[in-house]
């Protein structure tokens, strides 16, 4: 299964959504602390746009020099209608600065979080990560195209999806023939989550032989998983 860190690497990398989290600015619109754009730079750091006339931005120019106090609230919720849709969260506080050195468009203002602490809770558990462990990570391959993955899957292979179901062994005695949707929630490196509902709503992991690089042995790991069912 991934880490911590590179479960929170991930979310941060992917396109769920994000609030900063700042002492005294409780009373501002969410969509107002909301980055439009979030990348992580080479020690780790969060570096993030905002509109120049954020109270974040407004913030962070009035802090001492060596910042202040935030936090970035990451959600995941997932990119297919089913029931439970929030995957996780993710939390990473620190010192927030002006990015002055981080180029940006007119009208627009880098920020600087150095993350001092991290949190996830997410499908896999919950997990602290430090911050040297959160600069090491490297996010799932497949994040940058998972939601249309899985939309595609959902749409497309819903027959194959719901076969998945014949390999649970004793659990597939949970499902029912009938009123059971099987809808894919998750896809990373290592396998598909998908979620069986019905008169019982569970999740089951189903691994692939071994974690995918690319897209290419995606489709591989994709269709060597479907044929096990099929059989």
């Known amino acids: 299964m991934p880490s911590a860190a590179e479960r929170t690497r991930t979310l941060v990398q992917s396109t769920c959504s994000a609030v900063l989290l700042i002492p005294g600015l409780d009373r501002a619109a969410p969509h107002q602390l909301m980055p439009e754009t979030r990348t992580v730079g080479p020690g780790g750091e969060v570096l993030l746009v905002l509109p120049a006339g954020s109270p974040a931005v407004r913030a962070a120019a009035r802090a001492p020099e060596d910042g202040l106090t935030a936090v970035l609230e990451l959600a995941d919720v997932a990119p297919v209608s089913v029931p439970h849709r929030i995957r996780g969260r993710a939390w990473l506080s620190g010192a927030l600065t ?3 050195a981080i180029p940006a468009e007119a009208g627009r203002t880098a920020l600087r979080l150095a993350v001092g602490e991290a949190h996830v809770d997410d499908l896999w558990g919950t ?3 430090e911050p040297e462990d959160f600069a ?5 391959p497949l994040t940058e195209h998972e939601a249309e993955l899985l939309q595609h899957l959902h749409s497309t292979h819903g027959a194959e999806v719901r076969a998945l179901g014949g390999l649970l062994g004793k659990r597939s005695g949970s499902l029912s023939a009938a009123g059971t949707a099987a809808v894919p929630v998750g896809l990373d490196r290592f396998g598909l989550r998908v979620r069986f509902t019905g008169v019982r709503c569970f999740d089951a992991r189903f691994d692939f032989p071994e974690p995918v690089r690319d897209m290419s042995e995606l489709r591989r ?6 044929d096990a069912a099929s059989h």
């Open 136 to 140: 090491a990570a490297v996010p799932d």
């Open 127 to 129: 997990g602290r990560v």
């Open 98 to 100: 002006l990015g002055d």
């Open 221 to 226: 790991a994709l269709h060597t998983l479907f």
